[in-house]
C-alpha cells in the first residue's frame, strides 16, 4: 500500500520522459535528414551512383559515375575536347623513339591542399596506377617506367611501341605523391582540378566548391552537386519541377515525358555505349560463321532499332561507335529470314537448333525489350531461345567462365578509342567470347604499337571489317545519350562518353 | 523486474544469432562472386583469386563462419569493398535518414489513425466507420512501391507540391513518410476502434458520462488512457516494420537510408555492408521490442513482470 503513490508518480514522470525522449529523437532525426545543396549550385544527376573517389581503386577504374566526378576533381597530363586531345597538366610532349615519350609539364599548378604538383607526383601516380589490378590494368602493362628529369618533365618508357599511351594517359589522374596510396583519398580526395569535394556521402551524394585558382580559369558556378536518384521516374520528376539542373542519361522511351515538359530542354550526343549480342563461339552452333551470319539475318535490326529506340539510338555500322577513332563503316546484314533459313539447312540445321540469350536488364535502356525482339525473330526461322534474364552478379561469373551461348549487354569505350574495345576484347589471348583468329592478333597488335592516329586508324577500321564479316555478333545500336537540362543553363556541350564538362556551365 | 529484463535480453541475444547466421549463409549461397564485380569482366583468374583470398572467401565456410561470429561479437562486420571504411560505420552513416522516415511515418498513423479510429468508435457501425473498414483493407493490400510512385505522380509531378527525391530537407520525407504510414492508418483506426467499443461499455465510462463529462475528454482522457497498453505494443512494432519496411521506399523516393544501402550491397555482392544493415535493422526491432515491454509497466500499474 505505502509503494502506490510513489510508483504512480514515477510512472507520470516516466511517461513524461519517454515523452520527451521521443520528441528530441524526431526533432534530432529531422535535423540530419535534410541535405540541401548549396545556394547557386548546379544540380546534375547521373543514372549510376558514386561510390569511391580514390582515382586508383580496382573497382572504380572505368566506372562512369566515378570518371565524371574525377574529371571535376582532378587532372591529367592529357584531356580529350571533343574527338581530339587537348594539353592538360602536359602542355607539350613528344616520341623520342618507338618506345619512348617525353611529357612536358605546365608549371605553377597547385593541388587543393596548396602543395606544387610535379613531375615526381606524375611519376609516383603511374606507379601507383600499376601496382592496382584493375580494368585499366591492360592499359599500362606495356608501360615500364616513368621518370622525372626535372620538375616539368616526364620520360615514359614502354616495353612495346604504344601509340595509345596519350590516349590512355586521359585515364591517369594525378594527385600528390604522399597521398597517391592514401585509403583517405576515398572520401575527401586532393586533386588539381576545378573543383574540390566539400562533402561526399557514398552513392548518395557529391558536393563539389569551385578551386578558385585553378590553372585552366575558374568554373563558372560556385558548386556542383551531384545526388544520386535511383528511380528514373522521381529523377525526371525533380528535373520538371527544378529541383534538378541537368539529368542523363534519359532513357529512349522516356524522353516524350521530358520533352514536353515546360523550362526543361533536351541535347542529344551519339555516346561510346552500344549493344551487341555476342556469340559463344567455342560452343556449338557458333564455331561456325556461317550459322553466326544467319542468326545476324534473321533479325530486322534496323526495324528493331528505330521501333524500339527511336531518337535514342543508331544503328550500328562497325562493331564500335561510329565516333570512336577507329571506326570503319561496314555493309549492313540485309534482313532475309528466307536466306536464313537456307543458310542453317546448309549448316545442318535444316529445324532449327535450342540455344539461350542472357543478359541483365540494368546493362542498358530496354535491354529486356531488345532482348524478346531479337528471340522472337529467331523463332521464326526455327532457333528456340530460351530468355536468361539474370542478376548482374551472376551474369559476370557466367560471362568470365564463358558459361554462355549468346550474351547481351553494353559496353563503352571509355577512351574514345578502338584499342579500348576491339584491341582488348577480340584478342585470342582475352578469349572473351571464345573466338580465336591469329590474323586479327596481328592487325591488333601493330595497331596497339602505331603511333600515327591515321595509322592506328586504318589497322583498327581491318578489324572492323574482320569482326564484322566473321559476325562474332549482332552489333545492333549506339545509344544517343539524352542529356535534360533547364533552360536557364549555358555552356553545356553533350559528352559522348558521359562525361561532360561542368565546369564550363553557367545560369543565365 | 531485472530478472525479466535479463531473460528479455537473452532471448533477443538468441534473435541477434540467428539473425547473422541466415544472412551469413544466404549472402554466400546467392550465386555470383564479388571478386568479379570488383575486377569486372577483364579480370584474369590469377587476379580473381587474389582479390577472393584478401576477403577471406576463399577458405571454407565453417571457417568463415566462425571467424565472421567472432568479429560480429566486437562490432566489426569487415570493410566495405565497394564504399570503402568499415561497413558499420557506413551503415550508421545511413541511421538516422531511416530513423527519421520511420518515426515521420509513426507520428502520421497515430495522428490520423487514432482520432479516426475514435470517430468511428462514436458512430459504430456507420457510414465512416465502413468507408474506414474498407479502405484499411486496401491500404494493407497496395504495394508499397506502387504507392510511392503513384504519391510521385500526383503531388510531385502533377501538382509539384513536394519534391519527388531526398535534398530538399524535410519537405523531401513527406511523401516516403505518408508511403510508409498508408498501409496502417486504417489498420490502426480500427485497432482503436475496437477498444474503444469495447470500453465504451465499461461502468467507469457511465459514471462519467453521468457525471457530464464532455465525449472528447470521456474518449481521449478516459477511454484512451484504458486502451494505451495494445495500442502502444502495436506503435513500438510498428516503428521496427517501419525501419524495415523503408527499403523499397527508400529506393522509390532515393532516400539516402539503410534501406537503399541495403539493396545497392546486395546486387553488388557488398556482404558486409548487407550484414551490417540486416544486424542494425534486427537490433533496432528488438531493442523496440524491449522498450514496449518496459513500457508496459509504465502505462498500467497493474502489470508485473510476473502476471504480464
Known amino acids: 500500500m505505502r509503494t502506490r503513490p510513489v510508483s504512480a508518480l514515477a510512472r507520470r514522470e516516466f511517461l513524461a520522459l519517454a515523452g520527451l525522449g521521443a ?49 571535376l576533381v582532378f587532372d591529367t597530363l592529357v584531356r580529350r575536347e571533343g574527338e581530339k586531345l587537348a594539353p592538360g597538366l602536359a602542355r607539350s610532349w613528344e616520341r623520342t623513339s ?3 615519350w617525353v611529357f612536358h609539364l605546365r608549371p605553377g599548378v597547385r593541388f587543393h591542399d596548396g602543395s606544387r604538383l610535379t613531375a615526381r607526383d606524375v611519376v609516383a601516380c603511374l606507379k601507383r596506377t600499376k601496382s592496382v589490378e584493375s580494368a585499366q590494368t591492360p592499359l599500362w602493362e606495356p608501360v615500364v617506367s616513368a621518370t622525372a628529369d626535372d620538375a616539368h618533365t616526364v620520360t615514359f618508357t614502354t616495353s612495346v611501341p604504344l601509340g595509345a599511351l596519350p590516349v590512355n594517359l586521359t585515364l591517369l589522374f594525378i594527385v600528390p605523391a604522399r597521398l597517391a596510396a592514401d585509403p583517405a583519398q576515398s572520401r575527401s580526395p586532393v586533386g588539381s582540378g576545378p573543383f574540390r569535394v566539400a562533402g561526399f556521402t557514398p552513392s548518395t551524394t557529391v558536393e563539389l566548391e569551385r578551386n578558385d585558382s585553378y590553372w585552366g580559369g575558374r568554373a563558372r558556378l560556385p558548386a556542383v552537386s551531384l545526388p544520386f536518384v535511383a528511380e528514373t521516374s522521381s529523377a525526371i520528376t525533380a528535373l520538371r519541377n527544378g529541383d534538378l539542373d541537368l539529368l542523363w542519361p534519359i532513357p529512349p522511351d522516356q524522353l516524350a515525358e521530358v520533352e514536353g515538359a515546360g523550362g526543361v530542354r533536351v541535347e542529344t550526343v551519339p555516346s561510346w555505349t552500344y549493344y551487341f549480342s555476342w556469340f559463344n563461339c567455342s560452343r556449338k552452333p557458333f564455331g561456325d560463321p556461317a550459322v553466326r551470319r544467319a542468326m545476324w539475318q534473321a533479325v530486322d535490326v534496323a526495324g528493331l532499332v528505330r521501333e524500339l529506340f527511336g531518337a535514342g539510338a543508331e544503328r550500328m555500322t562497325a562493331p564500335i561507335p561510329s565516333t570512336v577513332l577507329g571506326h ?3 555493309q549492313p546484314y540485309a534482313y532475309d529470314p528466307a536466306a536464313a533459313r537456307r543458310a542453317l539447312r546448309d549448316a545442318g540445321f535444316p529445324r532449327g537448333f535450342r540455344t539461350s540469350l542472357m543478359w541483365f536488364d540494368a546493362t542498358g535502356p530496354l535491354a529486356r525489350e531488345l532482348a524478346q525482339a531479337m528471340i522472337s525473330a529467331w523463332s521464326e526461322v ?36 578502338a584499342g579500348f574495345s576491339v584491341g582488348r576484347l577480340y584478342t585470342s589471348k582475352a578469349n572473351r567470347l571464345g573466338y580465336a583468329n591469329p590474323a586479327l592478333d596481328a592487325v591488333l597488335a601493330k595497331a596497339d604499337r602505331a603511333a600515327d592516329e591515321d595509322e592506328r586508324s586504318r589497322l583498327y577500321g581491318d578489324a572492323c571489317k574482320t569482326l564484322w564479316d566473321d559476325a562474332v555478333g549482332i552489333f545492333p545500336a549506339t545509344l544517343v545519350t539524352a542529356y535534360g537540362l533547364r533552360r536557364g543553363l549555358t555552356g553545356f556541350t553533350p559528352a559522348a562518353n558521359n562525361q561532360p564538362e561542368l565546369a564550363d556551365v553557367a545560369r543565365r | 523486474m531485472t530478472r525479466f529484463l535479463l531473460r528479455r535480453t537473452g532471448q533477443a541475444l538468441i534473435v541477434a544469432w540467428g539473425a547473422i547466421s541466415l544472412v551469413f549463409v544466404i549472402v554466400r549461397v546467392v550465386p555470383g562472386d564479388p571478386a568479379a564485380l570488383i575486377l569486372g569482366p577483364d579480370a584474369s583468374p590469377a587476379q580473381t583469386a ?53 518515426v515521420l511515418a509513426l507520428v502520421l498513423t497515430l495522428a490520423v489513425g487514432f482520432p479516426l479510429g475514435m470517430a468511428c468508435a462514436r458512430r459504430a457501425g456507420g457510414v465512416l466507420d465502413a468507408c474506414v473498414s474498407a479502405l484499411s483493407l486496401v491500404g494493407q493490400a497496395l504495394p508499397s512501391f506502387w504507392v510511392g510512385i503513384v504519391l510521385i505522380l500526383l503531388f510531385a509531378r502533377g501538382l509539384n507540391w513536394l519534391p519527388s527525391t531526398a535534398g530538399s530537407g524535410l519537405a523531401s ?25 469495447e470500453e465504451g461499455g465499461r461502468e467507469y465510462v457511465r459514471t462519467a458520462r453521468a457525471k457530464g463529462t464532455g465525449e472528447g475528454v470521456l474518449q481521449y482522457v478516459h477511454v484512451g488512457r484504458n486502451i494505451a497498453v495494445p495500442v502502444v505494443t502495436v506503435l513500438g512494432l510498428l516503428l521496427g516494420n517501419f525501419v524495415a519496411n523503408a527499403v523499397i521506399v527508400e529506393v522509390v523516393f532515393s532516400w539516402p537510408g539503410i534501406g537503399s544501402l541495403m539493396v545497392d550491397a546486395i546486387t553488388n555482392r557488398d556482404y558486409a555492408v548487407v550484414e551490417a544493415a540486416i544486424v542494425t535493422i534486427t537490433v533496432t526491432y528488438i531493442v523496440l521490442n524491449l522498450l514496449v515491454d518496459a513500457l508496459y509497466f509504465a502505462l498500467d500499474p497493474r502489470l508485473t513482470p510476473e502476471n504480464a
Not at chain 2, 577458405?59 to 565472421?68: F, G
Request: some cysteine; aromatic content about 6%; charged content about 20%.
Open chain 1, 23 to 71: 520528441s528530441g529523437v524526431l526533432l534530432g532525426a529531422c535535423g540530419t535528414g535534410s541535405g540541401a545543396a548549396p545556394e547557386g549550385a548546379l544540380r546534375a544527376a547521373f543514372g549510376q551512383p558514386v561510390t569511391d573517389l580514390d582515382p586508383y581503386k580496382a573497382n572504380t577504374a572505368v566506372d562512369e559515375a566515378t570518371l565524371i566526378v574525377k574529371r
Open chain 1, 98 to 100: 618507338p618506345t619512348t
Open chain 1, 328 to 330: 570503319r563503316a561496314q
Open chain 1, 382 to 417: 526455327g532457333v528456340e531461345v530460351e530468355p536468361q534474364s539474370i542478376e548482374k552478379a551472376q551474369w559476370l561469373e557466367r560471362l568470365n567462365t564463358l558459361d554462355w551461348d549468346m550474351n547481351l549487354q553494353t559496353n563503352t569505350v571509355t577512351t574514345g578509342d
Open chain 2, 50 to 102: 587474389s582479390v577472393r583470398a584478401d576477403f577471406g572467401l576463399d577458405r571454407p565456410l565453417a571457417q568463415q563462419y566462425v571467424t565472421h561470429l567472432g568479429e560480429v561479437v566486437r562490432g566489426d562486420f569487415g570493410d566495405s569493398w565497394r564504399l570503402g571504411g568499415s561497413a558499420m560505420a557506413n551503415t550508421l552513416d545511413r541511421y538516422p535518414a531511416t530513423l527519421t522516415l520511420a
Open chain 2, 173 to 197: 520525407a513527406v511523401l516516403p513518410a505518408v508511403t510508409l504510414a498508408v498501409p496502417f492508418v486504417g489498420w490502426l483506426a480500427r485497432l482503436v476502434r475496437n477498444g474503444a467499443l
